[in-house]
């Protein structure tokens, strides 16, 4: 991404050895996410130039120094936060929470670059991992080790989509079984809100969206119940279909004000509304502060499934394996890297449940 909003270019670039504590990753597959978009429209704000992409596996080709625990021929999902394993937060095992690195967003760790372009200019890497190029160097705590056997563009999605969805569900919000859910926004993510809720054993799942073929993809996965809300207000079908109450549980996953606050009208009074959509990074959203306590609603942020990711992601695979959790379906379309702009047209007009980019 060389220009905010403008169409992204696909190029060869010059990779640098892995350094102390990195490794050099073969790319598989890369789902595209929503969240690689927000970074073309400056939402999710990084400088120009960025490679992009952050929900990916691959192969381990070559350690760096001091690596411990990887080797080449390993199979590894991409996670999207680095975090060091001796803060408080991570000794409270909300790795995805530390906040030991201050380092400026998309470097490496030690403030460097690893890609470069032709004209001998550092190229930033969405996450420190940017999933959407053949190779990468990586931060060895970047990596989540798989078993070999596993398809790895299944597995990629994994990396993102399924753990944000799956884990807002059970890790932050931790749903009961006979809850009531509403979904609000049916994309990648969202549809794993949704079999998230499935797995919880949620007793009535409502999914909200605008796009009528997103919410048939959020039946398959399990919406016992769905509203258009470019037809209907949202909030009253909510409410209308949970007895005037509201539901139990609402997760927004689409990162706007509006359908933030309109997830936290359409719990009832000591629900929970679970933000999980990334909204532009200067857009604040309000409620009414008097209500927010007379009613005892909960209002909590969900960040990458509040996962711990060598601890979940593995637990997923196995519930795929099990049959339990549906990966094969999330897949609507293949794409090649050189198909990234019409991959995001596809996104953005609602047409796959994931698009996934696979590299030879
Ligand atoms: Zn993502
Ligand atoms: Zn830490």
Redesign the pocket.
């Known amino acids: 991404m060389y220009e905010h909003n403008q169409p992204v270019v696909v190029e060869e670039l010059e990779l640098d050895d892995p350094k102390e504590n990195e490794v050099l990753v073969r790319t598989a597959a890369s789902g595209v996410c929503h969240s690689d978009l927000s970074v073309v429209t400056g939402t999710i704000y990084y400088d120009a130039a960025v490679a992009l992409g952050h929900e990916g596996a691959g192969v381990i080709e070559h350690v760096g120094r001091n690596v411990t625990g990887f080797q080449p021929g390993d199979t590894v999902i991409l996670s999207f936060v680095s975090?060091?394993?001796?803060?408080r937060?991570?000794q409270m095992e909300r790795?995805c929470l530390?906040?030991?690195y201050d380092v400026p967003r998309g470097f490496l760790l030690d403030g460097t670059y690893r890609l470069h372009n032709s004209s001998g200019d550092g190229i930033l890497q969405m996450a420190r991992i940017a999933t959407m190029s053949e190779y990468m160097v990586v931060p060895e705590q970047n990596l989540v080790k798989i078993d070999p056997h596993y398809s790895l563009e299944k597995a990629a999605l994994v990396g993102c989509g399924v753990t944000t969805g799956v884990g807002a569900v059970l890790n932050t919000a931790k749903v009961e079984p006979g809850s009531t859910v509403a979904v609000i926004g049916t994309g990648g993510v969202g549809l794993n809100a949704i079999q998230g809720a499935v797995l919880a054993q949620a007793e009535r799942i409502i999914a909200v969206d605008i796009a009528e073929k997103k919410l048939n993809f959020a039946k398959n996965f399990g919406a016992t119940d769905v509203v258009n809300a470019a037809e209907t207000d949202p909030v009253e079908a909510v409410r209308e279909l949970t007895d005037g109450l509201g539901v139990d549980y609402a997760f927004e996953v689409i990162g706007n004000p509006k359908t933030i606050v309109q997830a936290y009208d359409m719990v009832r009074p000591a629900g929970s509304a679970v933000i999980v959509g990334i909204a532009h990074h200067a857009s604040e959203f309000s409620i009414p502060a008097q209500r927010f306590v007379s009613s005892e609603k909960r209002l909590i942020g969900s960040f990458y499934g509040s996962c711990q990711p060598r601890v979940d992601m593995p637990k997923l695979l196995n519930l795929y394996t099990e049959g339990k959790l549906k990966l094969d379906e999330l897949i609507s379309r293949h794409y090649r890297l050189e198909q990234i702009n019409e991959a995001f047209a596809d996104m953005e007009a609602g047409e796959n449940a994931r698009g996934v980019i696979v590299f030879n």
Not at 83 to 87: H, I, L
Request: with cysteine; hydrophobic share 20%; charged share 0%.
């Open positions: 975090y060091c394993g001796n803060c937060m991570c790795v530390c906040q030991t």
